[in-house]
């Protein structure tokens, strides 16, 4: 039976296959006209190939086309039908939006919607054009659409991080993913930007603006760049379901990707030297691949094998590394999940008594088992120096030498102890004997200490215990044949353990990784704050990479800050800071075990997040890192880089809303206070006016007399809120204490806001024997005089507006208690907040009142609640922890 008869369908794939055949079939298919910005031509692209679909007799019409009145892009609409616009009316604003209704009524076979990402205005069908364009779709007609790559939903953060511009309308992935077909309209940067200056995109002054913010030369190269990128990630991803929806088994060679296989040779640099050169000429991408067997690696070895995966980073490689006992195995199994087109290879240059087979079996089973993918073995013109010695090199040997005692003092002692049993048991159950003490010593033993095991095991055997005892001579052939495959047996079997227990532990390391960052990424995904980051990264780094660790971060401008955080983690050096600045700026490694300043005792690494240098990590390593232990530090510095720019950028957005709302809110005050103004201003300037002409009675003068009056009384109260507010937010107010009679207090207000009283319902109430009260007369003065004044604009006349004082030691007590409205329940919390007003209420003031009274309790360290009284009404208690004294005590 041949391969392609053992090839079966399974049948879950191909009912979903028919599935989404039949589903595409009764749909209509989506055109996407796919752009980096607005002015690379998406709107006149998509007209054109609707002038050519007409022309083949296709039933195509307009359903939306938005022209921005450019000449050569309404001339292509010509001979076009055109579905009217429906105009939809919001805050009397006549808004025009496509009629959907009436195009699924035409039912054409394509239709034309210009703008999919547009927000349809408020009493549309759908919140969405994208919207409008399913339900088109799933009426069986074709649409043509237009998309920039800013509205792609995974897109926007990026773009936003580009530009500086918060994208709002987006189209999610999943339609993106979906769409039938993409055709990429792109022109090169400095045309569209002559576009945009000869008025061809938008109007001249409107051009000029979108030069300078969004358009700018580097943000346009980004987002083609970035479009590009999604096109031809678009085309790999069809070509890869095309694969599986034909059942075609990788790699398919559409697309080169190649992959150097690396070690610890010095020879790989120049592997992967010409692997680069190859990629460039072929425009592939290019993978560098290390497989860890259990055997290790010597210093020396783990120095160059580092050397060769940093030259790898630097050329641009993806570094991968790996482990496996069988490296073709773990090559081609890594090479067809990757759809790795080629394989380049080192040639052989170091040969051994077991080269011949070790080495010549990895190339041709390489090659014979690699199918489809192409292998290249590459050569060398250096030379292996003392070559001839490696023809006596069997093995690597890196035990230490109590290793080699331990297995011989264990050998010698299980051999003592079944000497005197040696006539009981025959010496072939002794062999089974020294046969489990080699396999136990594999446990934990390396493979030199094994083999002296093994031997040592052979030798006591054929000694003490082979007829004739005593002697190395062997009489009997059987023996002699015995004795040699117990040697064997013992070695091989020893070997084999030692590899499955290295092999063993790379595994329990790599699960103890995998892990730890699985744990990492999940604290550090429920956390919150740059320093809070940097605890935790701190102290996941020295729990599982074992060395002390710091962080300095950027203070903004791409200017290295001279904090280290935590606080007392490293006390650095001005050199030292400046190889942290180097390692900054450059964005590579510095200082110990790297090619740049490595007499340093610190070893630099920098932290780029994915469109911002973040800062570098300070780290006080006691030795080299192995290359699975580099991998690791990598993915741990990506999430720690991760997680700081999201609490950065977190923070930019924090900012901005900030600064909106600050925009606005300086918009809202400057309108509020020009109208607060302008009416007493205009009164007057009404009645001085009226007051000149002459022409007034008595009676009128008095009347306009009054009116200036309260209108000035008006004004100075608006001009003395706003100083007073400028006075507790620069924090210059500081209380003038003085003993004062709080009956005085009263009335001064009282007689303030006599006028304001007049159609209410005054109560005073202040025990006889109040003590006198060491306050800011001033200060409290205003506080009242806002607090009674508010209950006179709320209150309904006729009502009763109360003024209460009282001692309650060791608080002096002020109330002010009215039967108006009262306070909404969810308003209470703001009531206190600057420029705040109750919605619904009575217009005029700055909202400032209340928030001046909080101030100037505070600056006597008191305190001020409002709360709803029981049958209507508010009540706000002033509660200050101020001094008394008794007036009879008064000098």
Request: charged share 25%; hydrophobic share 40%; glycine share 6%.
């Amino acid at each position: 039976m041949n391969e392609s008869e053992n090839i079966r369908p399974d049948p879950d794939e191909l009912l979903a296959s028919l599935h989404r055949d039949d589903n595409s079939i009764r749909k209509g298919k989506l055109r996407i006209f796919f752009g980096m910005c607005a002015g690379v031509g998406k709107t006149y692209t998509m007209l054109q190939a609707a002038q050519i679909e007409k022309l083949k007799g296709t039933d195509i019409i307009i359903g939306y086309v938005e022209t921005h009145k450019r000449p050569d892009t309404e001339e292509l609409q010509k001979g076009l039908e055109i579905i009217p616009r429906r105009t939809l009316v919001y805050r009397s604003a006549a808004l025009e939006e496509m009629d959907l209704d009436a195009v699924l009524a035409r039912k054409p076979q394509v239709v034309l919607v210009d703008e999919l990402a547009h927000s349809n205005a408020p009493g549309s069908r759908h919140l969405k054009r994208y919207q409008d364009v399913l339900d088109i779709l799933e009426n069986g007609i074709d649409v043509y659409t237009t998309l920039n790559v800013q509205h792609i939903e995974s897109r926007t953060e990026t773009v936003s991080q580009i530009t500086g511009i918060i994208i709002r309308e987006t189209v999610p992935d999943e339609i993106f993913e979906k769409v039938d077909e993409v055709e990429l309209v792109d022109i090169t940067p400095e045309e569209l930007i002559k576009r945009f200056e000869e008025g061809k995109v938008y109007a001249p002054e409107q051009s000029k603006k979108a030069l300078e913010t969004f358009f700018k030369i580097e943000n346009i190269n980004a987002l083609r760049e970035m479009s590009l990128r999604i096109v031809a990630d678009r085309v790999d991803k069809d070509l890869l379901d095309s694969m599986h929806r034909k059942r075609i088994k990788g790699p398919w060679k559409s697309g080169l990707h190649l992959m150097a296989v690396i070690g610890p040779s010095p020879y790989s640099a120049k592997l992967l030297r010409w692997a680069k050169n190859l990629s460039y000429t072929m425009g592939a991408s290019l993978m560098a691949v290390y497989v860890e067997t259990p055997g290790g690696l010597s210093a020396g070895g783990q120095e160059q094998l580092n050397k060769n995966l940093n030259l790898a980073r630097q050329l641009g490689a993806e570094v991968i590394t790996t482990s496996g006992n069988d490296i073709v195995k773990a090559i081609l199994d890594l090479g067809h999940k990757e759809n790795i087109t080629h394989i380049i290879i080192g040639k052989p240059r170091k040969w051994s008594l077991l080269s011949y087979f070790r080495i010549g079996n990895f190339v041709n089973r390489l090659i014979k088992d690699s199918g489809n993918i192409d292998v290249y073995v590459v050569g060398s013109d250096q030379h292996e120096k003392d070559k001839y010695m490696n023809y006596f090199r069997l093995f690597r040997f890196s035990s230490p030498l109590s290793s080699y005692i331990i297995s011989a003092l264990f050998t010698i002692l299980t051999a003592a102890v079944f000497y005197p049993l040696k006539e009981i048991i025959g010496y072939q159950v002794v062999a089974f004997g020294l046969l489990f003490t080699v396999s136990i010593l594999a446990i934990f033993a390396g493979i030199g200490p094994i083999l002296l095991s093994a031997s040592l095991s052979a030798l006591l055997w054929d000694f003490f215990f082979l007829p004739p005892p005593l002697t190395l001579h062997i009489s009997r052939p059987e023996d002699l044949l015995m004795l040699l495959m117990f040697f064997i047996i013992a070695l091989l079997g020893g070997i084999l353990t030692s590899r499955v227990r290295k092999q063993e532990r790379l595994t329990r390391e790599r699960e103890l990784r995998t892990n730890a960052l699985y744990q990492f990424t999940r604290e550090l995904s429920m956390t919150s704050g740059v320093e809070e980051v940097i605890r935790l990264s701190v102290r996941y780094i020295k729990k599982y990479s074992k060395f002390d660790s710091g962080f300095i971060l950027q203070e903004g401008s791409n200017i290295l800050g001279s904090r280290i955080m935590p606080e007392g983690a490293f006390s650095l050096t001005p050199n030292e800071l400046s190889v942290a600045e180097w390692s900054f700026k450059h964005s590579r490694s510095a200082g110990r075990y790297t090619d740049t300043l490595p007499s340093n005792k610190y070893t630099f690494y920098p932290l780029n997040g994915n469109k911002m240098k973040l800062g570098i990590v300070v780290v006080k390593p006691e030795r080299r890192l192995r290359p699975d232990e580099e991998a690791f530090w990598d993915a741990y510095r990506t999430q720690i880089s991760n997680g700081i720019e999201r609490e950065l950028l977190n923070e930019i957005a924090r900012r901005a809303s900030v600064l909106d709302e600050s925009d606005k809110l300086y918009k809202s005050l400057f309108n509020s206070i020009s109208h607060e103004l302008r009416i007493p201003v205009a009164t007057i300037m009404g009645a001085s006016d009226t007051l000149m002409s002459g022409s007034t009675g008595k009676d009128s003068r008095e009347d306009l007399y009054r009116e200036i009056s309260e209108a000035s009384e008006r004004l100075n109260r608006l001009i003395e809120n706003l100083l007073n507010m400028s006075r507790l937010e620069s924090g210059k107010i500081s209380p003038r204490l003085d003993w004062h009679d709080v009956h005085d207090l009263a009335a001064k207000v009282v007689e303030d806001l006599k006028a304001e009283l007049a159609p209410f319902t005054l109560e005073v109430i202040i025990p006889e024997n109040t003590p006198l009260v060491r306050i800011d007369f001033g200060l409290m003065e205003q506080a009242l005089f806002n607090l009674v004044f508010n209950s006179t604009q709320y209150s309904k006349p006729g009502t009763t507006i109360r003024i209460k004082m009282y001692n309650d030691k060791p608080s002096f007590i002020l109330q002010v208690m009215d039967r108006g409205p009262g306070f909404p329940i969810g308003e209470l919390q703001n009531i206190f907040n600057k420029f705040y007003r109750i919605d619904g209420k009575i217009t005029g003031g700055l909202g400032l009142g209340l928030s001046i009274v909080k101030g100037f309790v505070e600056a006597h360290n008191g305190t001020v609640v409002a709360e709803n009284r029981k049958n209507g009404g508010a009540s706000i208690t002033i509660r200050i922890p101020a001094e008394v004294h008794d007036m009879n005590q008064v000098p």
